[in-house]
C-alpha cells in the first residue's frame, strides 16, 4: 500500500523498543535501523552492489563535505544523490554543522549562521539554516536535518544555554524555509535535531521547543562527543521518551553494537556511525563471539571463516588468514571484504532486534549483548 513520505507506523513495541516502518520518496525504511554513512556520496570501500547484498535501507550522505566538493548544483545536475551515486534507496543528509565545528581550522558562529573556511583550500564560506536546507534539497534527500551547534561535552550550563536558543531558532528558519507544504509537494523530510549538552533541563527544553516546530522527525544530537558511557546513557534515557511517539527518533553518530541495542532498549528507531568501515579500515571487526583484531598473529594459518555465524560474501568466501594476509600486505581488498562483513553484522543487529521486539522477547536479546560485549 502506497503511503505518503513521513508516514511512521510503529508495528510491535516490547517495553520502551519498539520496531515499524517510515515512509519516504524512495522506499520504506524498517526500523530500529542502522545506516551506513557515505560522507561524500560513497560508504566507504563499498559499492551499491555490496550495500544491496547486505540489505542496506538506507544510508547517509554529508552536507558540508557535498557543497565543497562536487558541489551541490553539480548533483543536483546529475540526479540528486540518488542519480549521481546510483543508489535507488532513502538517503538521509546531515546538515554539515558537525562537521564546520569539527574541521574547519577558522569558524564564526553569529545569529545569521557559522562562517568557516573550507579545510580543502581556505576558501570562505557561510552556512545559514536556509543555505543548508538549499543545499540539501539540491542532494534531494529523503530525510534533510535542521543546522544546529553541537557544543563540547564539557562545556558549562551557560554556554550550552545560549547553544540551545540559538539551535531553535536556526530550527525555525529551517522549518520556514521548508514548511510542510513542501512535504507533501517535495517528498522531503526534515528532522529537528535535540541539544541540551548533559543537563537535562535543557534538553526538556530543546525537545519541548521542537515539539512545537512539528518536524517529521526527531534527532538527539550532541551525545557520544567525549562523554562517558554511563552519561551518555543517562542523558538519552531522559531524552528519548520526550519526543512523540508517532514519530521517528534518530540517535546521530552512535555507536557501537551495545549503544545501539542500548538505544533500541530506549525507544530509538534510527542510528548511523562510522565505527564499522573505520574499524574494518583498521583490521577490527565484529563477530557473534565478539570483537577480534584480524592483524594477530593467531590467525596466521586459521582456514576458519570470519564469523561462522554471519553470511555476508566474506565470511562465505574467505577465510581468517586470507583476511590477515590482505591487512598485512594493505591491499586495497582488505578494506571492502572487512568493510562488508562488518556493515553486514551492524545490520543484522537491527534485523535481530526487530525480530526479538516483535516475538516480545528484547530483553533477552538485549541481555545477550550485554553479556557479549560486557562480560
Known amino acids: 500500500m502506497h503511503m505518503e513520505p513521513g508516514t511512521f507506523i510503529v508495528r510491535h513495541t516490547d517495553g520502551k523498543a519498539r520496531c515499524g516502518e517510515l515512509h519516504t520518496a ?30 542496506a535501507e538506507i544510508i547517509l550522505g554529508n552536507t558540508y563535505h557535498l557543497y565543497l566538493r562536487p558541489g551541490d548544483d553539480l548533483v543536483a545536475r546529475h540526479g540528486g544523490l540518488h542519480g549521481f551515486s546510483s543508489w535507488p534507496r532513502p538517503i538521509l543528509t546531515d546538515s554539515g554543522g558537525f562537521q564546520v565545528f569539527s574541521l574547519s581550522s577558522l569558524r564564526k558562529l553569529t545569529e545569521e549562521g557559522v562562517a568557516f573556511r573550507s579545510h580543502l583550500d581556505g576558501s570562505k564560506h557561510l552556512f545559514t ?21 553541537c557544543p563540547p561535552h564539557d562545556a558549562g550550563y551557560e554556554y550550552v544555554a545560549r547553544s540551545l536558543g540559538l539551535t531553535s531558532r536556526w530550527a525555525e528558519r529551517c522549518r520556514a524555509a521548508y514548511p510542510k507544504d513542501d512535504v507533501a509537494r517535495r517528498g522531503q523530510l526534515l528532522f529537528g535535531i535535540v541539544q541540551g549538552g548533559m543537563f537535562k533541563q535543557l534538553r526538556t527544553e530543546s525537545a519541548g521547543q521542537l515539539i512545537d516546530m512539528d518536524f517529521e522527525g526527531y534527532a538527539i544530537g550532541g551525545l557520544s562527543v567525549g562523554e562517558s558511557k554511563d552519561v551518555m546513557m543517562d542523558i538519552l534515557a531522559h531524552t528519548a521518551p520526550l519526543l ?31 565505527l564499522p568501515t573505520r574499524n574494518a579500515r583498521n583490521g577490527t571487526l565484529y563477530t557473534s563471539l565478539g570483537k577480534i583484531n584480524i592483524k594477530r598473529k593467531e590467525f596466521a594459518e586459521d582456514d576458519g571463516p570470519l564469523d561462522p555465524a554471519c553470511s555476508c560474501y566474506t565470511c562465505r568466501t574467505f577465510s581468517r588468514a586470507y583476511l590477515r594476509h590482505l591487512f598485512h600486505a594493505q591491499e586495497l581488498l582488505s578494506f571492502r571484504l572487512n568493510s562488508i562483513h562488518n556493515l553486514t553484522y551492524f545490520l543484522d543487529v537491527v534485523r535481530g532486534a526487530r525480530a526479538a521486539i516483535a516475538a516480545g522477547r528484547f530483553d533477552e536479546y538485549h541481555q545477550h549483548f550485554e553479556n557479549l560485549y560486557t562480560s
Do not use: W
Open 26 to 55: 524512495h522506499g520504506v525504511v524498517q526500523t530500529p535501523i542502522f545506516m551506513p554513512v557515505g560522507t561524500v556520496g560513497s560508504v566507504k570501500a563499498i559499492a551499491p552492489d555490496d550495500l544491496d547484498a547486505m540489505g
Open 129 to 149: 539554516p536556509e543555505k543548508v536546507i538549499s543545499i540539501q534539497h539540491n542532494l534531494n534527500s529523503d530525510i534533510m536535518m535542521c543546522l544546529d551547534e
Open 244 to 274: 512523540p511517539e508517532g514519530k521517528p527518533r534518530y540517535l546521530m553518530g552512535v555507536g557501537t553494537p551495545l549503544d545501539i541495542v542500548r538505544g533500541i532498549s530506549h525507544g530509538v528507531d534510527m542510528f548511523d556511525c562510522v
